[in-house]
């Protein structure tokens, strides 16, 4: 059983930048698919950006290409989302996910594990 703790949002203006961190305990992390999704108000969760457990494939929405990074430090069994040039519609709560398949998904029902989430907000 794994356990995550999702971190690091907050309220930033257009233009602005946050890094959310995804703390796992209670499994073997490097064996595992990590994510990164968002749900924003009466709107269905959406993948945002994927990255293989070794760290050295990622993937990511089209959204947020280009202005979002993730990226994984297995010493310390945590997860990174880096958020940068954000906007209003980037508005959300944010978690992470955790995938013990071998084929990584951009689809929610596929991961495991979820963290609380953290809410993040884009004034313009």
């Known amino acids: 059983q794994v356990q995550l703790v999702d971190s690091g949002g907050g309220l930033v203006q257009a233009g602005g930048s946050l890094r959310l961190s995804c703390a796992a305990s209670?499994?073997?992390?490097?064996?595992?698919?990590m994510a990164w999704f968002r749900q924003a108000p009466g709107k269905e969760r959406e993948f945002v950006a994927r990255i293989r457990s070794r760290g050295f494939s990622t993937y990511y929405a089209e959204s947020v290409k280009g202005r979002f990074t993730i990226s994984r430090d297995n010493a310390k069994n945590t997860v990174y989302l880096q958020m940068n040039s954000l906007k209003p519609e980037d508005t959300a709560v944010y978690y992470c996910a955790a995938d013990s398949n071998v084929i990584p998904s951009t689809r929610a029902i596929e991961y495991d594990y979820w963290g609380q989430g953290t809410q993040v907000t884009v004034s313009s």
């Open positions: 209670g499994g073997t992390f490097s064996g595992y698919i």
